[in-house]
């Protein structure tokens, strides 16, 4: 397993940006698959983007066009760029690392992070 701690998160304007920030510890973070999920105020978590050890990249069609998932292997970091934001896009938005399944899943994923707030007002 690796630890993971994001950062980034804040309080933004409709139609601004945030760039959230996971940082992994851990010598195998390459091996990885990366993903960010999200759970907004009463509602479950869902899915958001996720990025493979080959850098094949996914993403929920919600925000597909606006949030762009990389990652810097040699600084162990994933990086979630979120541009034209929405009220809707407010959650604690959640790290994650997995190293088998549908990237797309939860249970693929068996360390994560603990978690930063974006709120974005109208």
């Known amino acids: 397993q690796v630890q993971l701690v994001e950062s980034g998160g804040g309080l933004v304007q409709a139609g601004g940006s945030l760039r959230l920030s996971c940082a992994a510890s851990g010598r195998t973070f390459s091996d990885y698959s990366m993903g960010w999920f999200r759970q907004a105020p009463g509602k479950g978590r869902e899915f958001v983007a996720g990025?493979?050890?080959?850098?094949?990249?996914y993403y929920a069609d919600s925000v597909k066009g606006r949030f762009t998932i990389s990652r810097d292997n040699a600084k162990n970091t994933v990086y979630l760029q979120m541009n034209s934001l929405k009220p809707e896009d407010t959650a604690v938005y959640y790290c994650?690392?997995?190293?088998?399944?549908?990237?797309?899943?939860?249970?693929?994923?068996?360390?994560w992070g603990q978690g930063t707030r974006v709120t974005v007002s109208s």
């Open positions: 990025i493979s050890w080959s850098d094949s990249t």
């Open positions: 994650a690392a997995g190293r088998w399944g549908n990237i797309r899943l939860g249970e693929t994923y068996n360390s």
